[in-house]
């Protein structure tokens, strides 16, 4: 969709108007399915329902005080920021250093084409090595070199770097699935809607300052700083974040079955 968005969408209305009404119309197709095709699953909804009021209400408390929980909204935060920001903002800077427009939107589209598989394949390698954490961390470290990288490299070397974004951002499967390990399974509908309104206010954030910086300045160097820091606050917070994968839990038990 990125790829034939200037050369094909655009052209047939000529106007960024018509280009958002005609890309609509998948998303309408999307929730017309959703609507008429997923049913709720009752076990979550109607245990949820039958506890009284006041446990209900001291359930969501629980929620909003879990450390844990905070760590992992300001790392999918962090990484909205770097994905919309990169996915919005990437064209101008390709085209800033002259790249053609259709070679620039191919640039972002094959960043997501990257990510595709990766998306499957990073979940893959944390549960064959048996941890989470370095996965997170090692990719907010390398989404702030591929940041630092953009500011100086040419078009031609733009080409691996998207390869690399693509294979830095696919970390989001293991983030949508880390309120599981961290809350009571009663609790992980309200932890993982807290995680995801809160991060996904990066979505917002990131590209909108990537746009003030370029009207401001005349260039995007100054977003590529934002993305620096973002990348580092990434992995500080992933460094934070409970290891919860099969080897933590296998080291727990054995100390368990030690003290015993």
Partial sequence: SLAITLPVVFP??????????IW????????????????????????????????RTGQSFHIWKNRNLWFLAFVLFFLNIQFYTWTGWAPQLMIMKGAKPEVAALMISFMNWVSIPFMFIIPWASH?????????????????????AAIYISIP?????????????????????LPVHLVP???VGMASGMVISIGYLGALVGPWLAGYFLDVAGTLNPAMVLLIGAGIALGGFGVLLPETGSRSKTKKSKMLREGD
């Fill in 185 to 187: 399974r009663e609790l």
């Fill in 24 to 55: 609509s119309i998948p998303a309408a197709v999307g929730a017309i399915l959703w609507w008429s095709v997923v049913r709720e699953s009752p076990y979550p909804l109607s245990a949820h329902r039958s506890l009284p009021e006041s446990k």
């Fill in 128 to 148: 064959r090595a048996g941890v989470v954490k370095p996965f997170i961390w090692g990719a907010g470290l390398g989404l702030t070199f591929v940041a630092l």
């Fill in 12 to 21: 047939v209305t000529n106007s960024f108007t018509g280009t958002f009404f």
């Fill in 157 to 177: 070397l733009c080409w691996p770097l998207m390869f690399i974004l693509g294979i830095l951002v696919a970390i989001f499967p293991l983030l949508l699935a």
